[in-house]
């Protein structure tokens, strides 16, 4: 069935409580951001090494420009006291002659627009409410850093101003005449460990990603001939009322031509990152997937001619991944079809698509267990999750009980890491566990991450048998829920289920299998 946001006119705070009474809801607000800090995702379910960041965004789209206010609380918990606090500012990658765009040159020809490039221009920043210095670092100033003293076990408050120009481009962050593609949009913490803040640069190839999971809570503010999805869970829609004014709408001037608003609010509690896709196209189909108290799924399609088809597919594979690696956690998955350069990407409880390929459909679902609940590494160790991903696309057949369908596709990736295999006289060493940026090209990249990467778990089930893999990826899955987990963490959890098993492995990840 098709999906229809219902609106609602919204009364203002102002209107609903009195001065004491909006004082004592504040202080419920920050008792449940404390709460949250406290007793969310990683402190019930997985300790981590350091707490869950809470981000609260204000995000406004006019059709053109977007703006933004964040609200980010975050508790040092590791075990020394740091001196700043460091984030990255992803849309900088994407200004014109940028050194780390996320295009090289034959691409940039190809996916920009009209030479309309992007960026993000930081108007304000605060800790704990007062205004305070920033320092833009990094290739193309992707890297924010603010000067700060956060001891262990300490929280801090981060407040930023920012303004947003949206490139024309088919990409992870940008505007075609389909889709506005709204990821990385926002100042977001580096990952850290036991050397610091990790400040990886944005890359033309790969996922240079190492995020944490966190909690979300953003409101969008947008025209209203557009529909929106986001991560996590829609909770409200309504018409953006200003009831302070005696106009009775809040209609906005845009080229001349007068255009309502509405907010959407969204809420996502332990995912990895944050994104919103809107359209003027959008097609919104639904349904439950039978995992839990059932999974609402939902399609957003613009171009799909048999979206239910799709959408169906998608159930399914939310039903057998969480039978045979272990539950999806969430309550809601969104699939959207959208302009995207790359085929397709995952985020917290979301999945983009550029068109309804099967495979696609079910290697960015397959992410939502390997990069959304486990985390990992995805500049040094990328394969933990794009070679999982990518097996898991394989094994979906044998879930479903097509054996002849796995055994060709198996057959198929095979042949193709042998070809690469053969390249060693043009620079591929085979070694899995490297940066992306020690990579040559992306062929390489995908050969190694995805290729090699799915080959590697393949010859893994093969050795140890169906049952006992399946039961090392359901250890790894509940022993690293919402954590980065690590080469070795995969390994112990598959050690477990076969010992020796790491002399397999081992050789994959070092170039020394062929």
């Not at 913490?189 to 944005?202: P, Q, R, T």
């Not at 990518?390 to 060709?408: A, M, P, V």
Request: proline share 4%; with cysteine; net charge negative.
């Amino acid at each position: 069935m098709t999906k229809k946001h219902t609106l609602e006119k919204r009364k203002t705070p102002s209107q609903l409580y009195d001065k004491t009474t909006l004082l004592c809801l504040v202080g419920l607000i920050v008792l449940l951001v404390v709460g949250i800090l406290f007793f969310g995702c990683n402190k019930k379910n997985n300790p981590a090494p350091y707490a869950e960041p809470y981000y609260e965004m204000d995000v406004v789209f006019d059709g053109e420009e977007l703006t933004l206010t964040e609200t980010v609380v975050y508790q040092n918990n590791t075990d020394a006291p740091l001196t700043s606090l460091a984030f990255h500012l992803y849309p900088n990658a994407f200004k014109e002659n940028a050194e780390c765009s996320p295009f090289d040159e034959k691409e940039r020809n190809l996916y920009h627009h009209n030479n309309d490039f992007g960026g993000i221009e930081v108007l304000d920043v605060k800790i704990d409410r007062l205004t305070c210095d920033f320092v833009l670092s990094g290739k193309d100033d992707t890297i924010i850093e603010i000067p700060c003293a956060v001891d262990t076990g300490e929280s801090v408050v981060v407040e930023f101003q920012c303004k947003v120009d949206l490139p024309r481009c088919s990409h992870r962050l940008g505007k075609t005449d389909n889709s506005i593609n709204l990821t990385g949009f926002y100042p977001v913490l580096c990952g850290v460990d036991e050397s610091g803040w990790l400040k990886n640069e944005y890359h033309h190839f790969g996922d240079p990603f190492v995020l944490t999971a966190s909690t979300y809570f953003v409101t969008l503010t947008y025209p209203d001939n557009y529909t929106a999805c986001g991560s996590g869970k829609c909770t409200t829609t309504y018409l953006d009322i200003d009831d302070s004014s005696d106009d009775d709408n809040n209609d906005e001037v845009l080229d001349g031509n007068s255009v309502k608003m509405k907010k959407t609010e969204f809420y996502g509690e332990c995912i990895r990152d944050f994104a919103i896709i809107l359209s003027e196209d959008f097609v919104v189909n639904t349904a439950i997937a039978k995992v839990g108290d059932g999974v609402t799924v939902d399609y957003f399609s613009i171009t799909d001619q048999n979206p239910e088809d799709t959408l169906s597919l998608a159930v399914d594979v939310i039903e057998k991944f969480s039978s045979a690696f272990g539950d999806y956690p969430y309550s809601t998955y969104t699939l959207v079809e959208c302009d995207m350069a790359c085929g397709g990407m995952e985020y917290g409880t979301l999945s983009v698509v550029s068109s309804p390929d099967k495979n696609a459909v079910i290697h960015e679902t397959a992410h939502q267990w390997w990069y959304g609940v486990v985390g990992n590494d995805q500049v040094n160790h990328h394969w933990l999750d794009e070679g999982l991903a990518e097996f898991s696309t394989l094994y979906y057949h044998l879930l479903r009980g097509d054996e002849s369908d796995f055994k060709r596709d198996l057959s198929a990736i095979e042949e193709e890491y042998k070809k690469w295999a053969k390249m060693s006289n043009l620079g591929f060493d085979g070694v899995m566990d490297k940066p992306i940026y020690k990579f040559l090209t992306s062929g390489e990249y995908v050969a190694t991450a995805y290729v090699k990467g799915a080959v590697l778990f393949a010859t893994l089930r093969e050795i140890m048998g169906d049952e006992d893999f399946q039961n090392a990826l359901k250890t790894y899955y509940t022993e690293n829920k919402y954590k980065i987990a690590t080469p070795n963490d995969l390994i112990s959890c598959f050690e477990k289920h076969h010992p020796g098993i790491s002399g397999v492995i081992t050789p994959f990840l070092e170039g020394k299998d062929k």
